[in-house]
Nanobody
Framework: QVQLVESGGGLVQPGGSLRLSCETS????????MSWYRQAPGKERELVAI????????NYADAVKGRFTISRDNAKESVYLTMNRLKSEDTAVYYC????????WGQGTQVTVSA
């Protein structure tokens, strides 16, 4: 059974930082392209960051470039999203996504940026 479990969300002030983690199980992690998506209230889910299976290629949404960093540890079968200089518009539920032909999603973790 494949599981993706996100953690690390919470309430943070503007300008602050958070590190999200996504631990996986039940899949051959090193084969999968991993991504983080987010969905704000009333908006569509959007791609935030993506990392290749080997971790040697990354891409980011324009809105987060220079502030967010995606990384992975294939030995720990986990992917991370380090978020710096957070803004109120970063408030959303953040989802982990694994893709290798088939696609798997985590349950999401809430990030709220507010003073």
């Amino acid at each position: 059974q494949v599981q993706l479990v996100e953690s690390g969300g919470g309430l943070v002030q503007p300008g602050g930082s958070l590190r999200l983690s996504c631990e996986t199980s039940g899949l051959i992690f090193s084969n999968y392209v991993m991504s983080w998506y987010r969905q704000a209230p009333g908006k569509e889910r959007e791609l935030v960051a993506i990392i290749s299976s080997a971790g040697d290629s990354v891409n980011y949404a324009d809105a987060v470039k220079g502030r967010f960093t995606i990384s992975r540890d294939n030995a720990k079968e986990s992917v991370y999203l380090t978020m710096n200089r957070l803004k109120s518009e970063d408030t959303a539920v953040y989802y982990c996504n694994a893709k290798w032909g088939i696609v798997y999603w985590g349950q999401g973790t809430q990030v709220t940026v507010s003073a």
